[in-house]
T-cell receptor
Framework: DTGVSQDPRHKITKRGQNVTFRCDPI?????LYWYRQTLGQGPEFLTY????????KSRLLSDRFSAERPKGSFSTLEIQRTEQGDSAMYLC????????????FGPGTRLTVL | AQTVTQSQPEMSVQEAETVTLSCTYD???????LFWYKQPPSRQMILVIR??????QNATENRFSVNFQKAAKSFSLKISDSQLGDTAMYFC???????????FGKGITLSVRP
């Protein structure tokens, strides 16, 4: 068990560019979550997968955001036409299905949009 | 909608002393779960302690314990015998619903002084 990993750890991009982040959850975890954390705030829920199915998306997730988990293992989060307001830490977490289980977080991808 | 409020942005405590971090929440749900997560500087978020709302007994994990007051919708974290390694941001979080997404407070920065 190597924990949740995210790649890249840091991304600097210019406004208008597209970026893609990857999350590799703990292998036996069927649930995967994306959160966004801005400076001085707690993480905010973006979207959730159970296996390969995306079951919930936050209203924070505008049309420029898309997430996939094609084989129920790793997940990608893409942001198209980035804006300065997208600058944040993007966190991925995974857990076994059912409530009350600990969510295991990755180190995050810090996005800076210039 | 659920909300989590952490009104103290920062706290400081002397090593070996006890500190209490406050958290209140608002929900109309009857069945839910509460968590405290720790985010050390530049490191991944990890679970500190969790509490099931239907359990009256307060959860305890070594030096960490909670004071859960369901009627008051309060969920405070007590850290006993504070250690330098406890220096971190602490987030109170709430979970309900089939998707088990977490709703976080803004967090509190705890500094342990030597």
């Amino acid at each position: 068990d190597t924990g949740v990993s995210q790649d890249p750890r840091h991304k600097i991009t210019k406004r208008g560019q597209n970026v893609t982040f990857r999350c590799d959850p703990i292998s036996e975890h069927n649930r995967l979550y994306w959160y966004r954390q801005t400076l001085g705030q707690g993480p905010e829920f973006l979207t959730y997968f159970q296996n390969e199915a995306q079951l919930e998306k936050s209203r924070l997730l505008s049309d420029r955001f898309s997430a996939e988990r094609p084989k129920g293992s790793f997940s990608t989060l893409e942001i198209q036409r980035t804006e300065q307001g997208d600058s944040a830490m993007y966190l991925c977490a995974s857990t076994r299905g059912s409530s009350y289980n600990e969510q295991f977080f990755g180190p995050g991808t810090r996005l800076t949009v210039l | 909608a659920q909300t989590v409020t952490q009104s103290q942005p920062e706290m400081s405590v002397q090593e070996a002393e006890t500190v209490t971090l406050s958290c209140t929440y608002d929900t109309s749900e009857n069945n839910y779960y509460l968590f405290w997560y720790k985010q050390p500087p530049s490191r991944q978020m990890i679970l500190v302690i969790r509490q099931e709302a239907y359990k009256q007994q307060n959860a305890t994990e070594n030096r960490f314990s909670v004071n859960f007051q369901k009627a008051a919708k309060s969920f405070s974290l007590k850290i006993s015998d504070s250690q330098l390694g406890d220096t971190a941001m602490y987030f109170c979080a709430f979970e309900t619903g089939a998707n088990s997404k977490l709703t976080f407070g803004k967090g509190i920065t705890l500094s342990v002084r030597p």
